[in-house]
């Protein structure tokens, strides 16, 4: 299996499939790169240059102890990019992967970087502070990192329906086998890391970064989203990314990687080959 080795000396597992454009996929909080079970052989078998990797802390990757703020994963998508000697590349920022390419641009620029795609991205801010009034409280953050500490299986088991079907989460529209290797694989990123990217995606105020990006902008998110509210990130992050393209899926929540698959392939493909 490929790995690299970034600036701080941890150790990614990476995988690089197809040709043409270069697409690099960065997924959610607590999933490695084996979320895109269904984006990345469709992207690279229609053309173009897929690279997925496992975030520090998950799945096949190194588990530090430090490192899950934007500024050090920023880092690692930089030293990936390098590595692989990728231009022209469409990055494709899921979560709390777009405030990790939102961060990437601010500080490396766009030199290697032709277009961004934020879907259900957790950008630009989500707490609630005196000059974000309608933010989400802190308390829900510590209810999360507690939930981590004493029995994170049965709270990620919990997820499922808000997760994938929002506030009707007894119509959850993916298989019971699908939902659970999901819930498996989040189970792979340590507790530490878990808790440090949720805290990191929580806290951290991205509007000014967001209002800086200046490359060709598709957002995409769905209405129903529970883990990053439609109009606190969505509508906000496509407001703020001057000439963003904004893409909303009705009634959708936040996992649209499996319930809305085919169609947000169709999105990325057309976007990265436009």
């Not at 960065?26 to 984006?39: I, K, N, T, Y």
């Not at 951290?204 to 209405?223: F, K, N």
Request: glycine residues 10%; contains cysteine; proline residues 6%.
């Amino acid at each position: 299996m490929p790995y690299l080795t970034t600036r701080d000396g941890t150790r990614l597992h990476y995988s690089d499939w197809g040709d043409g454009r270069p697409v690099v996929l960065l997924g959610p909080a607590m999933a490695d790169s084996r979320v895109w079970e269904f984006q990345a052989p469709f992207l690279a078998g229609n053309g173009l240059r897929c690279v997925t990797y496992d975030r520090r802390g998950s799945g096949r990757s190194d588990i530090p102890w430090t490192g899950y703020d934007y500024e050090t994963l920023a880092a690692d998508l930089a030293d990936l990019l390098d590595h692989l000697d990728l231009r022209d590349t469409v990055l494709v920022g899921y979560a709390v992967g777009g405030g990790e390419c939102v961060r990437y641009l601010h500080r490396y620029g766009s030199g290697r970087v032709a277009k961004l795609a934020l879907v259900a991205s957790t950008t630009p801010f989500l707490l609630r502070t005196p000059d974000h009034p309608d933010g989400l409280e802190m308390a829900l953050f510590e209810e999360i990192e507690r939930a981590i500490r004493t029995d994170r299986a049965a709270w990620l088991s919990e997820l499922t329906g808000p997760f994938f079907a929002g506030p009707d989460p007894d119509k959850v529209p993916i298989s019971g086998q699908l939902a659970g290797w999901l819930t498996g694989m989040c189970l792979d990123t340590s507790p530490r890391a878990g808790i440090e990217i949720y805290r990191t995606l929580f806290t951290t105020d991205q509007r000014a970064e967001t209002a800086a990006v200046r490359v060709p902008t598709l957002v995409v998110h769905g209405t129903a989203d529970l883990a990053a509210p439609y109009g606190l990130c969505g509508t906000r992050t496509a407001g703020l990314i001057p000439g963003s393209r904004f893409v909303t899926y009705e009634g959708a929540a936040h996992g649209l990687f499996a319930t809305h698959a085919d169609r947000l392939n169709e999105d990325l493909l057309a976007f990265a080959k436009e």
